[in-house]
């Protein structure tokens, strides 16, 4: 096989090769939206899908740096998988008035400081409203995704960034390599 010395990294020797192959995209997503948002501990962080591959990392990531994680999965098994792995609350990733309402009552008149968000329609919008002052939406979906000028006419107090690995991957190989040092690390 032949591929870009850019696009390597050493493996964990404790890691099979089907392990390894699903961290960079995953791990490096989480990193890139957690380390932009400037999440850190006591800070609030929700996230979307948590129960897939960028979902839990990021939820472990925020629990490494001492944050609280809110999170959305669709089915009770996969609640009971984020809840034996410490998230601090669960919403529904069915139904985005549910999820609103779950939010708001979870978060008990506070807000969260950061969003990782992958979903699309209401949750988009509800994901906005659950967020303070200055706070952070990082998009990774790639469905109704809002265009900048979109949300910021309806945040305009909210950092917003659409995240999409395969395009910074392209564009600057050099970051990838680093980012997958710091990974292999």
């Known amino acids: 096989a032949r591929a870009s010395a850019l696009l390597l990294a050493r493996k964990a020797t404790a890691l099979s090769f089907e392990q390894a192959a699903t961290l960079p995209t995953t791990w490096v997503t989480a990193h890139v939206a957690l380390e932009r948002s400037r999440l850190r501990a006591s ?4 996230v979307h899908a948590a129960a897939g ?9 925020a629990r490494w740096v ?6 959305t999965a669709g089915r009770p098994h996969k609640h009971a998988q984020l809840r034996a792995a410490g998230a601090g609350g669960l919403c529904s990733s069915r139904d985005g008035g549910a999820f609103a ?11 969260a400081h950061a969003a990782l ?6 949750f988009i919008a509800a994901s906005l409203a659950a967020l303070g002052e200055r706070g ?3 998009e990774i979906g790639k469905r109704g995704v809002w265009s900048a000028q979109r949300q910021a006419a309806s945040a305009a ?4 960034s659409a995240i999409a690995l395969d395009l910074d991957l392209a564009s600057d190989p050099h970051w990838m390599h680093g980012m997958l040092r710091l990974l292999s690390a």
């Open 43 to 46: 800070r609030r962080l929700l």
């Open 53 to 61: 591959g960028v979902g839990l990392a990021a939820a472990g990531y």
């Open 66 to 71: 001492g944050a609280c994680t809110l999170a």
């Open 101 to 111: 309402l779950g939010a708001a009552r979870l978060l008990a008149g506070r807000r």
């Open 117 to 122: 968000n992958s979903l699309s329609a209401d």
């Open 136 to 138: 952070c939406f990082e």
């Open 157 to 160: 107090s909210l950092a917003y």
